[in-house]
């Protein structure tokens, strides 16, 4: 049978991307840390990780346990924390995970609110860009994950936890304020090829849905300045360089005379986003599931 400390020591490993890293988040030293991991390939009958310069990766044996130990940990803290409610001891923590737009606009208000109910539980963010984070949901070092999917792109396994579609936003088309295709009746993304387009580098979801809607519209479209950060795509837009679809939610931070909003007639693209977490998730996760869910 496999220890269970080894394959925390795994998962830890994984996520930090080295050794010397996990075993500064654990205060342990690097040689203990490798002892161990040394020792779990010894039970395992096989090699886990790839050692190189800049740290570890994990090889396909690794890959298929590390699912497991995230899992296991998982449990492991899911009994730790049974225990601790059937003695009346609240935890002492709540992490949350969210991507970067969700953790500006949906998240402040929620923690806010949590905060004043629970001042003794300590909140924690991570930020995080799906579709990573469900492995952290697993082990439990997150307890809820706010996470998306872009157009055409595939839901991640949920490997057994809870995943639940909080709502779903639409994209604006949005341009420099004056801007003369602003004015175009009917705007189409052909009227627009000729422009400069900001998006994400290629593989980003921004600029693979761009990128769909361009082929679906039969338009090569010319994508002039590479950023996956909204706030900095809006500030291009407003600098007049170029134009862009953001989500709905972003808008808000942004004054109505600095730039134009459309919705372009073959082109209405929309993001799901989705609220995961363990299948047996304690009062105080339920809790705050409940604000995130809250008519915005």
């Known amino acids: 049978m496999f220890d269970a400390h080894r394959l925390a020591l795994l998962a830890e490993v994984a996520r930090a991307g080295s050794i010397a890293g996990a075993a500064q988040r ?17 039970d395992v009958g096989a090699p886990l990780l790839h050692r190189h310069a800049r740290g570890v990766t994990l090889t396909t044996v690794g890959e298929a346990l590390l699912t497991h130990a995230e899992t296991i940990v998982g449990e492991l803290r899911t009994a730790e924390r ?31 609110g949590f ?19 469900y492995g952290l949901v697993s082990s439990r ?30 994209f604006r088309l949005i341009l420099p304020a004056g801007h003369a295709k602003a004015r175009v009746r009917r705007l189409t993304l052909d009227a627009l090829a000729g422009e400069d387009w900001i998006s994400g580098s290629p593989g980003v979801p921004n600029r693979s849905c761009l990128d769909q809607l361009a082929v679906a519209a039969g338009v090569q479209l010319r994508v002039a300045y590479e950023t996956r950060d909204y706030q900095v795509i809006l500030a291009l837009v407003e600098a007049g360089l170029g134009i862009a679809f953001v989500p709905e ?3 808000g931070r942004v004054g109505s005379a600095r730039i134009e909003v459309r919705d372009p007639a073959d082109a209405r693209p929309a993001r799901e986003v989705f609220l995961v977490h363990h299948r047996r998730p304690g009062k105080l996760v339920t809790e705050m599931a409940e604000r995130l869910s809250l008519p915005r």
């Open 141 to 170: 070092d997150l307890d809820l994950l706010i996470t998306h999917r872009y157009p055409g792109a595939p839901l991640p396994d949920p490997r057994g936890l809870t995943r639940s579609l909080l709502f779903s936003e639409r």
């Open 249 to 251: 939610s972003v808008l």
């Open 115 to 133: 905060r004043r109910d629970h001042p003794a539980v300590a909140l924690r963010l991570l930020d995080l860009e799906p579709p990573d984070g």
């Open 26 to 42: 654990l205060a342990f030293t690097p040689s203990a840390v490798s002892q161990q991991l040394a020792k779990l390939e010894q």
């Open 82 to 112: 049974t225990v601790r409610a059937l003695l009346d001891e609240e935890p002492a923590q709540l992490t949350v995970g969210t991507f970067a737009s969700a953790g500006m606009t949906l998240v402040p208000a929620a923690l806010a």
